[in-house]
């Protein structure tokens, strides 16, 4: 680690999250696990120490202070139509394998509820996050299927424009949401199912919430103020965040959150186009490239701090009540210094109380609005779910 | 519901009459019914068949109302819809106390809409059974389907689904089976077609027993018939299968593989579909007579049929008629024991060794994570 800042706050960071842990809205261990072994998690147990391989296993979950995951059911996006589908059945399976394998350590959670009673209990409440519209196929049917299979969010695109909805790293398309987005934003409200707007577009972002009677969540997003990469969310979405309940989860990608780092990838990206590869492709060949670019270029370094000024302007901007964490571990190759794996957040919550954040206000980051989003979803299904039945509507129907 | 009721050669229910009777159904029908609005006289063997199916009713192997109904726009299964062959009331006077909700997809589906097709057939059954709280109930297991029974609702249980709505993958059906799906039928995938199970498909087979899946062998090639059988460890089922001894559609079940089930204690559900059978209910009592004594009483079943593509036998043309179709086997001296297995007991039996098979096969087994391109290769 290159620098340790606050440490003399550590141990109060860690006091505080053995109170109220970690809920951390983004997670990506199921995606490794299927792109490492093919979910043959005896080949990859997360009940031994994965330092070196994965983000993520259960004893760093565990020094990291987390109590709540969001785990991700994402699938790429050059899957589509059923072979989206099924490959999310295939994530979600595995999320249950995950849980059945270690039940002393993880609970399943599908509530509030269940959240509070894995913290009390001391376990890991393990809830799911599908990532994409094109994990339902364009179906409402779909998507209530997820539900049942105990999804509780659904971010409504990855990075790249579906039918219904705009990408933050895409052109416009529909510019916001079509007809048929609405309706699928009405229906996750109807199921309890919470909108997350992280990937999507700002159009995209302020065209669900306004339909959205639920509060929204950003499951990964930080501040574009602070940083300007469109993942990050603009402070006229994050100023309307009290008046809908949601919440915004800051992420730790250092290409997102480090300006430095973003003019690096940006960079890096032009040189591997300019070698005649795309700018994602891993081939031995194009990391070939890729290594000697970063030999001659180092790589921006983002800390705890970096992340830290985020939720300092989002705190700001969006209130207390409606900010909280999403690593996005497992689900990006570089990590900041001090946050380099899921043991790392105390070092973040060190860095706050040398801010000055007081504990009420940590305990809401960490956990507190976490649980209250989810269960302020909850209430609106309840209530939603007793003047409307299940949607039938179509795309074809809604957009033409 | 009397007006929903055709009038039919066979000698009648009075199905407007008997409609009150079904409230209990506890086996007093029969004093319940107003004789004053029954037109013609009851024969003695109905009277059984009716008393019988009160303490054993049916359990239909294959109804198509999922994929029927989201064709439908308006329909109203409580008071009765001619739309359909199947309603509640006519439920009610069949004696019908479990029903098989089929997921299969038409040919077109099968490829790449097969995933979503499923779940969204399976997303109506569950919206459909929750609309209907005082006549239907979902199962997923032989339990769940008691219970339902002894609430006096009718057990829906989902399946079969087709191969392909697993998409060749492990996850996926294990995804199905949490969603309730209780058989896959075996046919129309690279893992089980006419060359028989591959190995991608003797490990879905064992897959299945382990997560209590049934297979479904109507339709299979006989090379995937011989193939799962040898496979398997629970029974397996034929969803809608007649016998080939007496009429050999590609469907219906030659005699060797019917003694080949009752080695295996699996399960031939008997279409009313006059294309397998025959176009008179006494076809299908035939079929029904070989079958029994072929694969056993243990082996046999009933599948309606109703609203699927199929041509229902005279006198079976609503979910009404199963009376009708259990007076004809009481009259050719089934015995009563008989009778409850293939309406009722057999189904139960064959569920509940499937969970008891997938219990004991969760001990040993870890869910499996193999794949079509591991065990097949890319080819």
Known sequence: MARMPATDHLEEARATLAEYPVADGHNDLPWALREKVRYDLDRLDIAADQTGRLHTDLARLRSGGVGAQFWSVYVRTDLTGDAAVSATLEQIDCVQQLLDRHPAELRRALTAADMEAARAEGRIASLMGAEGGHSINNSLATLRALHTLGVRYMTLTHNDNIAWADSATDEPGVGGLSPFGHEVVREMNRVGMLVDLSHVAATTMRAALDTSTAPVIFSHSSSRAVCDHPRNIPDDVLERLPGNGGVAMATFVPKFVLQAAVDWTAAADDNMRAHGFHHLDTTPEAMKVHEAFEASHPRPVATAATVADHLDHMREVAGVDHIGIGGDYDGTAFTPDGLDDVSGYPNLIAELLSRGWSRADLAKLTWRNAVRVLGAAEDVARDVGARRGPSVATLDQLDG | ?379
């Open chain 2, 1 to 379: 519901m009397a007006d929903l009721q055709d009038d039919e050669d066979i000698p009648l229910s009075a199905g407007g009459a008997s409609a009150h009777a079904e409230e209990g159904a506890e086996g007093k029908s029969e004093e319940l019914r107003p004789g004053a609005s029954a037109p013609a006289p009851v024969p003695a063997s109905e009277e059984r068949a009716r008393a019988l199916l009160a303490e054993h009713p049916v359990a239909d192997g294959h109804s198509g109302l999922a994929w029927v109904l989201s064709r439908l726009t308006w329909y109203d299964l409580e008071l009765g819809d001619t739309a359909l062959q199947t309603d509640l009331p006519r439920l009610r006077e069949g004696a019908v106390g479990a029903m098989f909700w089929s997921l299969r997809l038409p040919q077109e589906y099968e490829g790449n809409r097969a995933v979503s097709a499923t779940l969204a057939l399976i997303d109506l059954a569950e919206t459909v059974v929750r609309d209907h709280p005082e006549g239907l109930r979902l199962a997923h297991t032989a339990s769940h389907t008691v219970d339902a029974r002894a609430h006096g609702r009718i057990a829906c249980l989902l399946g079969p689904a087709a191969a392909a709505a697993i998409d060749d993958c492990l996850g996926t059906l294990r995804a199905l089976q949490r969603l309730g799906v209780r058989s896959l039928t075996l046919t129309g995938t690279r893992w089980a077609g006419e060359q028989g199970l591959s190995r991608f498909g003797e490990e879905v087979v064992r897959e299945m027993n382990r997560l209590g899946v049934l297979a479904d062998l109507s339709g299979s090639s006989t090379a995937t018939v011989k193939h799962t059988l040898a496979v398997s460890r629970a029974p397996v089922i034929f969803s809608r299968s007649a016998a080939h001894a007496l009429n050999p559609h590609p469907d219906n079940v030659p005699d060797d593989l019917l003694a080949a089930l009752r080695a295996n204690s699996g399960l031939c559900l008997v279409p009313c579909a006059a294309e397998q059978t025959g176009p008179a209910l006494r076809d299908v009592a035939d079929h029904l007579d070989h079958v029994r004594r072929v694969a056993g009483p243990e082996c046999v079943g009933i599948s309606g049929m109703y609203d699927t593509e199929s041509t229902l036998a005279d006198g079976l043309h609503d979910t009404s008629r199963y009376p009708q179709l259990i007076a004809e086997l009481l009259d050719r001296g089934w015995p009563d024991a008989d009778v409850s297995l293939l309406t009722w007991g057999n189904v139960q039996r064959v569920l509940r060794d499937a969970d008891f098979t997938a219990k004991a096969a969760q001990i040993r087994r870890a869910p499996s994570t193999a794949t079509l391109a591991r065990l097949d290769g890319d080819g």
